[in-house]
């Protein structure tokens, strides 16, 4: 009976043992969804800002300032209203440094969650090295200026949101025109004729800093449309006709070299540059009258020398006589365009920046107090040199975009460097062309 007892005892305590050893079945389950379910909060708490959120920062690069950049920083303020919890980190830069700078970020794996660029072959590059969040579905197509969109669609699918557009006109001193008798000139030879009188009396006619190369490129797009017409880029880009050493291009480089030879640019061109404003304060001083430039121009005039807007004028580059080209074709481009880098950690809420970046509140923002062309539907004009550019789009009749962001960007170097040799006076027009066609054949043969 003892042995029956002690044994009785035993199983009744190994019995206790195991029991309170094991959690129940009910414990066991609700454990494991409650984990579950605290990691899925957390990480929707992290993305959009819940009550205790990781805060998220996204990074920004654009190389907007002044009003334009007050426009960019507004349409952060606002996303970041609209998203607690979310930060974003804004590196404003200046123009030729950020190109640079933005591709050796893209080559190490490492860009900034959304950045600016201007579309075309510039953009392109990135997109087909799969660097770029494809955003076709996620923004609104219809708010867009179909031309303006066009600019970051390649195969039909959307890699970035737009906000303004741009033509170049000539901007010049009113009052220096009127003190010599100019008047806007109707035909080429009239815009000579006003070089001409203004170098004769000691006044740089056009005022220009080529060190970035692509400010110069606009003489030469605009010289060999004025001759060549409005197809003679699109043919020799797409190989479908005429190439770059066409007699087209070969005589426009002439008649920059004729404007070059005429004095008609400052000394040390090709040494002066363009974003510290070099070019600009012989405008302001009254050294220079004229200078070719994006209606952006307007911007950089009330940032820096806001009494010097009463005094300026723009016109068109006129046609020339025997050219196939019009006063009513323009060079022109859509910029800033903004876009997602695929390897952001936050696509979702970077397209929800771009979505406000590229918004008709920023558009309006920039038409308004930066003189820009919106590339939004609905934007109403409050700014008189914004209306007139405006209707000058509205009325042209045919929109070169520029080479250097619609070439490939080897093409487009080798365009930029011997544009730039054409002013130095170091190459021939022949020798010039002959090396565009050459690396054109390499790249789109």
Known sequence: MLMKFKFLLLL????????GCNPTNTDVSSGGEDDTETETETETETETGGDDPEEVNLQ????????????VQAAVDRFEEANPGVSVEVSKQENDPYKSKLVVAMGGGNPPDVFHSWGGGWL???????????????????????????????????????????VVPVFYNKEIFEEYNLEEPETYEDLLAIVETLDSNGIIPFSLANQSKWTGSFYLMYLAERIGGPDLFSEAFNRTGRGFDDEAYIEAGHKLQELVKMNAFPEGVNGMNYDTGQSRQLVYSGKAAMELMGNWYVNNVR?????????????????IEGGQGEKNHVVGGVAPVFSVAETSDHKDL???????????ATATDMANNAG??????GVEYKDPYVQEIAAVLENSEFMQTYYDQTLPPELATVHLDTTQALFGLSMTPEEAMAEVEAKAKELLD
């Open 12 to 19: 009744l305590l190994s019995l206790f043992v195991i029991v």
């Open 60 to 71: 920004l690069w654009h190389i907007e300032d002044g009003p334009s950049g007050e426009a």
């Open 124 to 166: 392109e590059q990135f997109v087909q090295a799969g660097q770029v969040k494809e955003i076709t579905n996620d923004i609104d197509q219809d708010i867009y200026v179909e031309a303006a969109l066009s600019a970051s669609t390649y195969d039909g699918k959307v890699y970035g949101a737009p906000v303004s557009m741009a």
């Open 303 to 319: 940032e820096e020398m806001p009494d010097f807007e009463e005094k300026l004028g723009f016109f068109l580059m006129p046609a």
């Open 350 to 360: 970077a397209t929800e920046l771009v979505k406000e970046l590229a918004s008709v």
């Open 372 to 377: 820009d062309v919106s590339a939004l539907i």
